[in-house]
Every structure is written in structure tokens, then in C-alpha cells.
């Protein structure tokens, strides 16, 4: 029999490899070696590798948690089970926590990444700090190679020097040996106990103070360059320079200044009891609101309606603040009134101020909640500013009235809201609160030597016009504004840091446009300050005075900044004119009303004290304080001071400043006693024991009268007297002038015709000299300016 191959069954597989014949043993070694092809031994077919892109198992299957064949419309395991196959994708299971780490150590990279960079740049900084050569020449001295006067300086390369160096003419004889000290800087570094430092520039009550003291230390160690015989004789006299350094030594502001911390109770902003509001409302519209228009009286009234009927407002917060600030204001001005009338009600009103004071530490801690943009925002940060200047240190009153310019510009307050027609008393709501911003941004410039946050220039709005038959607050509150529009023209052009780069023609340009200034200034509200009818009306009275003293404040803001030391003696009255103006104000304290307090207040709290320092820098220079009425106005004006400050906030901005002016007052007294000592002593003096006045000096040459630049000042209506203009002293009978009684008229003297011409004019002429007794005044001078600065119409007026 034949050997027969077997047939292959029948699904059998096909790749079991047969032996053939004509193979060779070797090469069936060989093939069974190959990793490419199967071994013999083993029958099991290997696994294919799972497909990526093949769809995921269905619902059921994947519930039940078996294996799913992935049939597409129906798998079979649901064909069998006849229930219905989903083949919806599912989002895996996502582990939150195991999400949330990864997500938190990615921002603390990103964290660690900007310390890092911040690190950096910091050394960056303080490796880049300005040179501070003293070969380096000075801004102000670099020729202009194009032969123009200089400019503003506005892309020089700025370099620190002294802020008081342009700024303050009385230390013109010391800066000009130092004008290339490398150790002076700009502005005043005030150090903080918790660590810090904040700059207080130029014309801030602290660097007032401190500019004093570096006077009399320079004075003291190098002596004054005009010759004052103070000086003279503390060099010649070990034992008066001591007493006066002794006294220098007390100076108040020589450590670090502490900054009490606001803490919060956590407690909500309460509601004051409705009926202390009602009592307080009345006061509040007459003495304050009248001259900062935060709110319309009907539309107050309407508020404190709704509020009390719904507590659950949503503004709730903000009211209750608003309501409580009123009451605090009007509570501190009736307790001021209260303590110099000896009432009976000074404790009671002492006490309940800090039960008040806790809202505004809750809302001092946390003035994110009303930054947001309304104009209820707006109300509540003006009373807030207000309460903060009077109660709290001038750090947070500077925080409130930033935060409060940074909501006005969110809430759009700077753009116009009406028609450019509208007058002044017909005003829309928001543009009045506009203004109200503006002012006290103004104030808040000057008080701390910083820049302002508003800029009209960078506004739509403009004045409007106040008509004639206006109520006499609104006219008042018109010719206020109008007066800050020209503070920020002065900020600018010389007190702002680039200002003072500035070189002298630039800056005696400036000083010239300033006084065209408020020559118009003075035109347009002539009428409005002299008028009697607001001098017999009790609450108005005082707001009139408030508007001279500006105006008054105003002029020596701009005077001190002239480079010219022979324009030192011409802005010395005006200085005078406005400490008499603060005790016209105060008058006896045993009779003072809320109005006057109120007005009072705000004189010191509203304006730079440049007065005060100016008077005393000539006393220091002349020596002779006791000949002088300069010393004893600054003792008058510390006493009405002592008025305003309470022993229980010893931080706030009166007792600082009250401390402040004790200094100078002391300081005064300590050379009026050294003087006096020397005198007896014959060493200094004249023998026969007569004033060592003004008046008892040589008068002036016609040399030296030929060198007083003409006056552009001459023809305006102001309150120096001619014969003060030069020898400082008060006439015997003095004309009534723009200021009332007291106060004489500004470079006018009267002819042998009866008529009234100026005492300089711009023509070369030089005013002739006639000779009196104990004082020399300049005789009549004919006008030959061919243009005049006033109106001939309101010049005729005047000189009638």
C-alpha cells in the first residue's frame, strides 16, 4: 500500500507549516530560528495590539462590566439582551483634589517667579541711583545753546536739589555759596517708627518747619549773609550761641514720626440715632456744607427720610457713614465753641466724639467698599476726607482724598454735564460735586507737597459765570473755585519738581503770568470782597475774610518764588495782612460763633502756613523781633490755633501743628531775650537804650532806590501800605483799604491834588524821597505806564 498524505481539515489553520520533502534539515534550522516566523511548538495565535482609534465600549456594557464587541448600531451583547446600545463618550473621572494641588503649585511657581523678578529689579534700582557729583553741573546754570530762555525744564535729566532753594527767597544769600552740595535732596524724608519713609515736599506745614531749622542751624554756624546783628553777636557771645542752640535742640520733628494704625472692630457701620442727626443738621448746612457743597438741603433731607423708614437699603452703608461725619463735624465745632466760651457742655461734647470716631475706623480700615463708581461713593469719601483732616494724621486724610479723586474719575465727575450757557447757580449735581473734589484735591497738593490727582486740563468742564443777583454763598463758593483753578497753575509752575529746574527767567516769567493772574482774579471779585452788605450778615462775614485770607495766601505763594531778593520786602505785607486777617476772624475768643470757628478752622486746615514762615524767616535775618509786630503775630496765631487741636489726638493735623508754631514762638522768645540781655549788657545796641527799629536806620540811597525793579503790583488795591512797602511799619492813621479797617491800600499815595496815583510805576523814573521824622515814605510819581493792568473803567473807580 501506498503511504497517503492526509487531507488538511477542515478549518484547519493555515499557518502550520508542513514538511517538505526537498527541504534540507538545514534549512528548517534556519527557518524555525527566524523571530519572524512562529515556532512549531507554539500554537498560540499572539494578541493584536489594541486599536487607539476604535470607539469606546458601550453604556451597558461598560455597567455591566463586560467585554463589548464594539458592533456599531448595536453591539451584540445588547442585540441578545435586546436592550438598547449607547455608544455616548463619557468624561473620565477627574480627581478634584489631585487637580486643585496641581493648579496651587503652579501659582506658587508663578509666585516665586515674580518675587524673584521683583528682587531683581530692586538691586537693579538701587544700583542705577543718580550720581550725586559735586562736580556736576546744575540744571539751572547749563547754557541753552539755542539762546532762548530756558524752559520748564520739562525732559532735562532731573538732578535732586534743595526744594527750599528756588522755592523760599529768604534762604537765597545761603543756597547760592551751596548751590553744588551733593547732600542736599528734594523734599523732606520723614521716617516712620512701624518702618518706612514717605516724602513731604515744599510747601507742606513739615517741611516749613524744618526749613526754619536748617536756617537758624546754617545761621548758627556760618552765620547770616545780610549782616544781621543777631548773629553777630551769638558769634561773638559763647553763651547766647548756646541758648540758642539749646533751644534748636528742641526742635519736635527730629525723630521718627509715629503713625498710629487703624484697627477695626469687625463690626458693621451703625446708624447714629436719628434725632442727634436733626440736631446737628441744621449746623452742618450753615457752617460747612455752605462752604464745601457736598450735598443739596432738600435732597439730604429726602435721604435721611428714606434711610431711617428702610434700613435694608442697599446703600445702607455709605448713609449711615455720611450721617455719622455730620454729626461728628458739628459736635468738634460746637465743642470748640464750647471751650473757649467756658460752657459747661465741653465735657459732654468731648466724650461722645469717640463713641462716632469708631465708623470711621471701621471704614478707614477697609476703603475698598466704597470705591465703587456712584456718586453716593463721591458724598461719603468728602465727609470721610473731611472727618480725617481734622481727627486722624495727614497720611490718612492724603489715602481718603486719593481714593476719593480715583472714584470721581470713575464715576466721569470731570466731563461736562450741562450746557456750556448754564450759570453758575443753575449747576448740575455731579459737575458741583466736581468741584468740591477739585478743591479739596487742591488743598490736599499744598498741605502735602505732592501733585495733584485732578487737572482741569484734563477735564471738559470750565467755570461758569456767577451772575451778579446769585445768592451771596454761591458767588462766594464761585470766586473760591475760580481761586484753585490759579492754585494749580502755581503748583505747576513752581512748586512741582520740575519747577524747580527751572532756571531764573523761566521762573521770573512764570510769576509774571500768575500775577496777571490774580490782577483778574482781583477785578472780578473786587466788588464781591469789599461789598458791605455780607459784612453785616453774621455767617456770611467770616466766609468774606476766608476769601481775602485766600487771596492774601495766594500773593505770598507766588511773591516767595520770585528769585529777586529786593521782592523779599514787598510780599512781607501781604504775609502780615494775612495772620491780622486770622485774628480778625478769631477776635475774642470769649464771643467766637460756630461761623467763625468754622471759617477759622479752615484757615488753617486749607492752607499752607507760608505766612508764618516767612515772618519768621525775617525775624531771623533782621534780629529784632521785639521792634517788630512780626513776632507778635505769630504769638497770635499760635493762640488761636490752641482753639482748634484736642489734647485727645495728639496725631491729628492741628496738634502737630500747634506743636510746630509753640516751637517757633519759643524760639522768638529766646532771641527776644538774647537780644535784650546783650543790650543791657552793651555789647550791642545803642547806648542810650532807644529802638533798634527799622525806623531809626539809614534810609536808602537814590543808588539803591534806582536798583528796586518796577512793580507790576503798583496800580492793584491791596492792603501794604506805601511806607511799609519798604521800612515795614505800620502808619499812624492808615487809610481803609480793600481789607476794612486796619488794613491800608497797596502802593497808593495820595497827591497835593487829592488824587490817588501808585507810589511805582514801569516807567524809568525813580520815585523821588521826602524825609519825616522816624520814617521815610516815597513821594508822588507821576503814571506813565502806557498800559495799564486794570480796566480804565475799575482804575477811575479806585481812584475815586
Excluded at 37 to 61: E, G, H, I, V, Y
Aim: hydrophobic share 35%; proline share 7%; with cysteine.
Amino acid at each position: 500500500m501506498t503511504a497517503r498524505t492526509p487531507n488538511r481539515a477542515a478549518g484547519a489553520p493555515e499557518n502550520v507549516n508542513t514538511i517538505v520533502p526537498g527541504d534540507t534539515q538545514q534549512d528548517q534550522g534556519e527557518r524555525s530560528e527566524s523571530p519572524a516566523l512562529p515556532s512549531l511548538t507554539n500554537k498560540k495565535r499572539p494578541r493584536s495590539q489594541p486599536d487607539n482609534t476604535s470607539s469606546p465600549a458601550c453604556n451597558q456594557c461598560r455597567t455591566r462590566k463586560i467585554r463589548c464587541d464594539r458592533q456599531q448600531p448595536k453591539c451584540s451583547n445588547c442585540r441578545r439582551a435586546n436592550v438598547d446600545c449607547d455608544f455616548a463618550t463619557t468624561p473620565k473621572r477627574v480627581d478634584r483634589t489631585k487637580q486643585l494641588l496641581n493648579d496651587f503649585s503652579g501659582v506658587v511657581a508663578r509666585l516665586d517667579r515674580v518675587d524673584n523678578s521683583l528682587a531683581k529689579l530692586s538691586e537693579q534700582l538701587q544700583q542705577q541711583q543718580p550720581c550725586r557729583c559735586s562736580h556736576s553741573p546744575a540744571p539751572s546754570h547749563v547754557d541753552n545753546p539755542w539762546g532762548a530762555p530756558e524752559p520748564a525744564a520739562i525732559y532735562t535729566t532731573y538732578t535732586p536739589k534743595s526744594s527750599t532753594s528756588c522755592r523760599s527767597p529768604h534762604l537765597m544769600e545761603v543756597d547760592s555759596s551751596e548751590e553744588h552740595d551733593s547732600d542736599v535732596t528734594h523734599g523732606d524724608l520723614v521716617d516712620f517708627d512701624q518702618g518706612g519713609q514717605r516724602l513731604l515736599d515744599y510747601p507742606a506745614a513739615l517741611s516749613l518747619f524744618k526749613n526754619l531749622q536748617r536756617q537758624i542751624t546754617r545761621y548758627l554756624t556760618k552765620g547770616a549773609l545780610q549782616g544781621a546783628e543777631l548773629w553777630q553777636v551769638a558769634a561773638q557771645h559763647p553763651g547766647i550761641k548756646e541758648c540758642l542752640e539749646s533751644q534748636l535742640g528742641q526742635f519736635p520733628f527730629g525723630g521718627q514720626c509715629h503713625e498710629p494704625v487703624i484697627v477695626s472692630d469687625h463690626r458693621p457701620i451703625s446708624t447714629p440715632p436719628r434725632y442727634l442727626l436733626e440736631l446737628s443738621l441744621d449746623a452742618f448746612l450753615r457752617h460747612i456744607n455752605i462752604h464745601t457743597p457736598i450735598f443739596a438741603d432738600s435732597s439730604l433731607e429726602t435721604a435721611i427720610d428714606t434711610h431711617y423708614q428702610s434700613l435694608s437699603a442697599g446703600s445702607s452703608d455709605a448713609w449711615a457713614l455720611i450721617f455719622t461725619n455730620i454729626i461728628i463735624l458739628t459736635v468738634a465745632l460746637d465743642a470748640r465753641v464750647a471751650r473757649a466760651t467756658a460752657s459747661h457742655l465741653v465735657s459732654m461734647n468731648d466724650d461722645m466724639l469717640p463713641s462716632f470716631l469708631k465708623n470711621c475706623d471701621r471704614a478707614l480700615a477697609d476703603l475698598s467698599r466704597f470705591t465703587g463708581p456712584c456718586a453716593i461713593n463721591v458724598q461719603v469719601l468728602l465727609t470721610l476726607a473731611l472727618v480725617a483732616r481734622e481727627f486722624y494724621s495727614s497720611v490718612l486724610f492724603e489715602r481718603v482724598c486719593q481714593t476719593l479723586c480715583h472714584v470721581a474719575r470713575t464715576v466721569g465727575l470731570h466731563r461736562a454735564h450741562g450746557a456750556r450757557s448754564m450759570r453758575w447757580e443753575k449747576m448740575p449735581e455731579r459737575e458741583r460735586l466736581f468741584w468740591v473734589v477739585y478743591t479739596m484735591d487742591k488743598q490736599r497738593a499744598f498741605l502735602t507737597g505732592q501733585p495733584c490727582d485732578l487737572y482741569l486740563f484734563d477735564s471738559d468742564i470750565q467755570l461758569r459765570s456767577c451772575g451778579e443777583h446769585a445768592p451771596f454763598p454761591l458767588r462766594l463758593n464761585a470766586a473760591y473755585v475760580h481761586m484753585m483753578t490759579i492754585w494749580e497753575q502755581i503748583f505747576i509752575n513752581l512748586y512741582s519738581s520740575r519747577a524747580v529746574l527751572a532756571g531764573a527767567a523761566d521762573r521770573s516769567r512764570q510769576v509774571q503770568q500768575l500775577w496777571s493772574s490774580l490782577n483778574e482774579w482781583n477785578i472780578k471779585y473786587h466788588a464781591l470782597l469789599s461789598s458791605p452788605v455780607l459784612e453785616k450778615v453774621a455767617d456770611l462775614s467770616p466766609m468774606q475774610l476766608e476769601l481775602k485770607y485766600c487771596f492774601m495766601v495766594s500773593q505770598v505763594l507766588v511773591h516767595r518764588c520770585d528769585r529777586n531778593a529786593r521782592s523779599q520786602q514787598r510780599y512781607r505785607d501781604p504775609a502780615r495782612n494775612a495772620l491780622k486777617l486770622i485774628g480778625q476772624v478769631a477776635g475774642d475768643h470769649q464771643s467766637i460763633t460756630l461761623a467763625r470757628c468754622a471759617v477759622l478752622a479752615r484757615m488753617f486746615r486749607n492752607y499752607p502756613l507760608v505766612a508764618v514762615h516767612d515772618l519768621f524767616s525775617f525775624c531771623l535775618i533782621d534780629g529784632e523781633p521785639d521792634a517788630m509786630e512780626d513776632g507778635q503775630l505769630i504769638h497770635e496765631t499760635r493762640r488761636h490755633l490752641e482753639l482748634l487741636h484736642y489734647a485727645d489726638f495728639p496725631q491729628a493735623y492741628f496738634a502737630r501743628l500747634e506743636v510746630g508754631l509753640r516751637w517757633c514762638t519759643n524760639m522768638l522768645d529766646t532771641i527776644k531775650d538774647c537780644l535784650t540781655r546783650s543790650v543791657a549788657a552793651g555789647d550791642w545796641g545803642p547806648t542810650d537804650g532807644s529802638s533798634t527799629g527799622l525806623s531809626d536806620r539809614t534810609p536808602p540811597s537814590d543808588s539803591e532806590l534806582s536798583s528796586i525793579p518796577p512793580d507790576p503790583w503798583a496800580s492793584l488795591n491791596l492792603t501794604i501800605g506805601r511806607d511799609e512797602m519798604l521800612c515795614g511799619l505800620s502808619p499812624s492813621a492808615p487809610p481803609e483799604g480793600l481789607l476794612g479797617p486796619g488794613f491800608p491800600a497797596f502802593g497808593l499815595t495820595t497827591s497835593a491834588a487829592g488824587g490817588t496815583v501808585p507810589a511805582f510805576t514801569q516807567g524809568e523814573d525813580n520815585p523821588a524821597v521826602t524825609m519825616h521824622p522816624s520814617i521815610w515814605v516815597p513821594a508822588e510819581v507821576p503814571c506813565n505806564s502806557s498800559e495799564p493792568l486794570f480796566d480804565p473803567e475799575f482804575t477811575q473807580n479806585i481812584m475815586s
